[in-house]
């Protein structure tokens, strides 16, 4: 295939040769003829004339032999020259033809233009996505390109015209109407027969509305689509790239603020309205902001703010303008104001630190404004101990969210012992914490922050399933404790259920415990758990009882297996008359509803002899 094109090419090449070099060919002959005839002829008439009258009447129709004969001549090299053009015109225009047809069947606008720019190619569906006609184009300049990129155009003419070619450039087109549009183009150089570059071939496709869509799915993965706000997402990018700015000297301040109250507004105002304000104060803080802040909707009811360049007490200055406006602002519903503040966390930003341990000082800046009566901004301070206590969170919390970072909790089992026979009858699973040094940090540190960012039903689960998981190892009952949020979690339910079916065995060796406290607040929510968790063989208990002690009747409604003793009526038993008394209580009315009674933090033998007594 290969040789054949090239034996065509040149073939090709040779038939134009020869047709440029025709009129000379012609030349060299005509004179080569003429002076062998005129030699040749001269030689032979002087014999033939016998005087000199004689003889120019011989060279007289000599003249007139060769003017017929090379006329004759001429005429038929010029009549197969002119038919050999008429031919090549023929080609041509049929060559011409057809190119313009595959123009005008291609769905694709193409367009051709020479060396100076001019167009002399233009298909149909250029018409139709431009909007000229080739009349219009054809021996003219490209009017399709913005003159804000002929610039561009001409330079892209050039490389191609050097050999260069391309492919899916995106660029800008316009229209007849002067409507901007987006193209991809294509182009490549335009050789002749002798393999010469005589101009450009451009392939056009229209991508505008692509790349709306492609503009719209990145807006919509960058946006928060009530507010129309950064999402959380594209805000930490911004910040990534700030704090890596902050590491060669710019200043810049990040900032979280949080709407007073949100909670409660929602459920007053319900959810739509409770939109509304939060849309309506967006509006209010960006209109507020100065150029080039970023501002993201950080979640629910909190915002982030990015100032940059700029210092903290220009931040601060900023802030209390948007507390002051926020404060005044007037948002009704059904003719009531409702009354709405914020509070905001500040910190500035510094190349020391990373990504997250900036948002935990934010986030304890916020905190500290929240606790001391909302409504106010504070800037975070390294020497304020509660800041410290959650800025120091945050790798506690990237931990506690990760559940393959499982090897950073442990199980330990404290046993619950009958003081009848002073043998243990089961175990309660307590939840420990390992540090990165490897000590072990107490549940009143982490339990607190996990409960405080909503981290608590992770770990009650990874806990159910760790003791279900190794429950074949242990020889007696557990007690597995479960937090008040844990209780709305329904898949931990489903769960459970669904290792029962598998294992009936263990659902009786499970003893579920919640705090009094969670069941009188969700008096429901544990109710169902409760029943669920019996009808699948497992005992329930209620703890740390006492510590919401008032009365006893959600006890006798309560279908509860075991009443656990708060410690704090416990650990002074034998020396404090008034705990000696409740405990009875509580121990009588557990007895007479049929419920076992179990007391925690006992720490000596004195109390464990009184509790022997109560019969606990």
């Known amino acids: 295939m290969g040789n054949r094109r090239s034996k065509w090419w040149f073939n090709e090449k040779s038939r134009v040769s020869d047709k440029h070099h025709i009129p000379l060919r012609i030349m060299i002959i005509y004179v080569l003829v003429s002076s062998l005839w005129i030699i040749l002829s001269d030689w032979l008439l002087q014999p033939l004339a016998a005087d000199v009258t004689t003889y120019s009447t011989m060279q007289t129709?000599?003249?007139?032999?060769?003017?017929?004969?090379?006329?004759?001549?001429?005429?038929?090299?010029?009549?197969?020259?002119?038919?050999?053009?008429?031919?090549?015109?023929?080609?041509?225009?049929?060559?011409?033809?057809?190119?313009?047809?595959?123009?005008?069947?291609?769905?694709?606008?193409?367009?051709?233009?020479?060396?100076?720019?001019?167009?002399?190619?233009?298909?149909?569906?250029?018409?139709?996505?431009?909007?000229?006609?080739?009349?219009?184009?054809?021996?003219?300049?490209?009017?399709?390109?913005?003159?804000?990129?002929?610039?561009?155009?001409?330079?892209?003419?050039?490389?191609?015209?050097?050999?260069?070619?391309?492919?899916?450039?995106?660029?800008?087109?316009?229209?007849?109407d002067a409507t901007l549009i987006e193209l991809s183009l294509s182009a490549s150089p335009v050789y002749n027969a002798r393999g010469r570059i005589v101009g450009t071939m451009a392939v056009l496709s229209d991508i505008t509305e692509r790349k709306r869509h492609e503009h719209q799915i990145h807006y919509l993965a960058t946006h928060d689509p009530l507010t129309h706000l950064l999402n959380r997402r594209a805000f930490e990018e911004r910040l990534d790239h700030v704090i890596a700015h902050s590491q060669r000297g710019h200043k810049a301040v990040m900032c979280i603020l949080d709407v007073d109250n949100f909670r409660l507004i929602n459920e007053t105002i319900g959810t739509e309205e409770a939109d509304r304000l939060l849309v309506e104060l967006a509006k209010l803080i960006q209109g507020l902001l100065p150029q080039g802040t970023a501002f993201g909707r950080w979640s629910v009811d909190e915002f982030g703010l990015l100032f940059e360049n700029t210092a903290i007490n220009e931040a601060h200055s900023v802030g209390e303008e948007l507390r002051r406006r926020i404060a005044a602002f007037r948002f009704e519903v059904n003719g009531n104001i409702v009354p709405s503040t914020i509070s905001m966390g500040m910190a500035s930003v510094t190349g020391e630190c990373d990504r997250q341990s900036l948002l935990a000082v934010a986030n304890a800046a916020l905190h500290a404004a929240k606790t001391q009566g909302k409504n106010q901004i504070i800037v975070y301070d390294a020497k304020n101990d509660s800041m410290l206590e959650v800025a120091a969170a945050g790798d506690?919390?990237?931990?506690?969210?990760?559940?393959?970072?499982?090897?950073?909790?442990?199980?330990?089992?404290?046993?619950?012992?009958?003081?009848?026979?002073?043998?243990?009858?089961?175990?309660?699973?307590?939840?420990?914490?390992?540090?990165?040094?490897?000590?072990?940090?107490?549940?009143?540190?982490?339990?607190?922050?996990?409960?405080?960012?909503?981290?608590?039903?992770?770990?009650?689960?990874?806990?159910?399933?760790?003791?279900?998981?190794?429950?074949?190892?242990?020889?007696?009952?557990?007690?597995?404790?479960?937090?008040?949020?844990?209780?709305?979690?329904?898949?931990?339910?489903?769960?459970?259920?669904?290792?029962?079916?598998?294992?009936?065995?263990?659902?009786?060796?499970?003893?579920?415990?919640?705090?009094?406290?969670?069941?009188?607040?969700?008096?429901?929510?544990?109710?169902?758990?409760?029943?669920?968790?019996?009808?699948?063989?497992?005992?329930?208990?209620?703890?740390?009882?006492?510590?919401?002690?008032?009365?006893?009747?959600?006890?006798?409604?309560?279908?509860?297996?075991?009443?656990?003793?708060?410690g704090s009526f416990i650990r002074n038993l034998d020396t404090d008359p008034t705990n000696q008394a409740l405990v009875e209580a509580m121990t009588r009315v557990s007895h007479s509803l049929g419920k076992k009674v179990i007391a925690e933090w006992v720490e000596s033998e004195s109390v464990a002899e009184r509790l022997k007594s109560l019969g606990v």
């Open 396 to 566: 506690w919390l990237t931990w506690m969210q990760d559940p393959f970072q499982a090897d950073r909790f442990l199980l330990h089992f404290q046993p619950v012992v009958n003081l009848g026979t002073g043998k243990p009858e089961c175990v309660e699973a307590l939840l420990r914490m390992q540090s990165e040094d490897g000590t072990l940090v107490s549940p009143g540190e982490f339990l607190p922050l996990a409960e405080r960012f909503g981290l608590l039903p992770t770990l009650d689960r990874w806990v159910v399933e760790q003791i279900l998981d190794n429950l074949s190892e242990l020889s007696l009952n557990v007690c597995v404790n479960l937090s008040a949020t844990s209780l709305s979690d329904y898949s931990l339910l489903e769960y459970v259920d669904t290792r029962f079916q598998n294992n009936p065995n263990a659902a009786s060796r499970l003893i579920f415990e919640v705090t009094e406290t969670a069941a009188i607040s969700d008096r429901d929510q544990v109710y169902y758990w409760v029943r669920r968790l019996r009808e699948l063989g497992c005992s329930f208990a209620i703890d740390d009882f006492g510590t919401g002690f008032s009365t006893f009747s959600y006890l006798r409604k309560m279908p509860v297996d075991f009443v656990k003793i708060d």
């Open 61 to 176: 129709y000599k003249g007139w032999l060769f003017i017929i004969t090379t006329g004759g001549l001429l005429f038929l090299v010029l009549r197969h020259y002119v038919s050999q053009l008429q031919r090549a015109e023929t080609d041509l225009r049929d060559g011409y033809e057809a190119l313009q047809a595959i123009l005008h069947a291609s769905p694709l606008a193409i367009c051709a233009v020479d060396l100076d720019a001019r167009a002399y190619g233009w298909s149909r569906a250029a018409q139709q996505m431009f909007g000229w006609v080739e009349d219009e184009v054809i021996g003219s300049y490209l009017p399709i390109i913005p003159e804000s990129d002929q610039l561009q155009f001409q330079q892209l003419l050039r490389h191609t015209q050097e050999g260069e070619t391309f492919t899916d450039l995106e660029v800008r087109g316009k229209t007849k």
